[in-house]
């Protein structure tokens, strides 16, 4: 019985010949203009997304996990579905690039007095009305656009500058971790610490990928109670972010947590309380936690917050066990130094961004009691 390969032989040539008469019709009528976006050093092909049913995909960079139908775009506009695989159209696209110092961030404990090449993209997969920096995190990427950067021309540029390490910020990095990725792991080579100013709602795919790219400090921002979080965000599931604090700290990382306190939304005492308690719960009582003074922005005009508000919440924070609890954005004030839990010493003195005295022994301890201090990386001393 040789009869059936003869015919699938036969329906196959008839196959090659629809496919080959397919690519000579594409050849005369030319690519399609999302296909004309691939040439684009920006557009580049996503690390994380899986193939959903037809030619839908799931993107798996943040957990609103969205599922892109061929020609769209998800929910932050950086990923678009392209023949059904998913692009990122934001690969090296910045939006700003500047040297910073890494108190700004704010990290308080990890590589104190350095300073960090600081760079964002566009977008954001948040929702946030008070949003601080809106007019990067509100603007819907164009691919054809950008201007686009090298990765081995950041780290250099880092290196010339006398920065000590890289830092994405200012929108939401996860939406540039792919090109992130490129530029942390040749920072690496080059002896640069890696850190994220994020809102957490990365997957614990893309917190992994970063992790082996040498990303060592992250920054979380703790917006509120899962209300705050529902109203005002977009529909984000706050338990996500408590996973992500947990686990980064599990896996390793550097973490502080930071609370924009906004008069009138998440500022009341059972919402603080709940925040410290699982801030404890998470990420325990070592970590860091900064309450930082919210200015009207964007879409919000509530007045800017209390002062007395935010020393409420350091005085919570110190009373229920956190042992570095911090106010930001009131510089001069007594609560941005470093404080021994155990024996009070005063061990960092800060004005706004900038460390005024160093009081911690080389090896991380109280220079008065020998408390061991929680300190990543090394205090470096600005002439
Ligand atoms: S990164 Fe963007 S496209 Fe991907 S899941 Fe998050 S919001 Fe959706
Ligand atoms: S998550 Fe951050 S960058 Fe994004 S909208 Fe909210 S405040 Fe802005």
Sequence with gaps: MNEPPIFIIDSLIGKLGILLFLCALKCLVG????????????????????????????????????????GEYGFCRTRLN???????????????IEGRPIEIKPFFHYWPGSTALTFSTWSCNFNCPWCQNWTLSKVSPSPDKMEYYDPLDI???????????????????????????????????????ACYVSNGYMTLEALKALQESGMDGLKIDIKGDSEVYEKFC????????????????????????????????????????????????????????HFTRYYPAYKFDKPATSIRTLEKAYEMA??????????????GHRYEHTYCPNCHELLIKRYGFSVIRYNITE???????????NIRGKYIRRK
């Design 318 to 331: 110190r009373s229920m066990g956190m042992q570095y609890p911090y106010i930001g954005n009131v510089p």
């Design 82 to 96: 392209i023949n059904g695989r998913l692009y990122t159209v934001v690969y090296g696209a910045l939006s700003a």
């Design 155 to 193: 780290v250099n540029l880092a290196v010339q500058s006398g920065d000590e390490g890289l830092c994405a910020s200012f929108q939401e990095p996860t939406l540039l971790t792919d090109w992130n990725i490129d530029v942390f792991k040749i920072g690496r080579e080059m002896g640069l610490y």
């Design 234 to 289: 977009g529909g984000i599931d706050l338990e996500k972010i408590w996973r992500n604090v947990n686990e980064a700290k599990r896996m390793g990382f550097h973490v502080e947590l930071v609370n924009l306190v906004i008069t009138g939304t998440n500022d009341d005492e059972e919402c603080l309380r709940g925040i410290i308690e699982r801030a404890l719960k998470e990420a325990g009582p070592d970590t860091p936690i």
């Design 363 to 373: 090896d991380n301890k109280c220079p008065k009691c020998g408390f061991s201090i």
């Design 31 to 70: 690519a399609s203009p999302l296909e004309k976006l691939l040439h684009l050093p920006n557009v580049h092909e996503s690390t994380f997304y899986r193939r959903a049913s037809g030619d839908r995909v799931e993107c798996i960079l943040c957990e609103r996990r969205c599922i892109i139908p061929f």
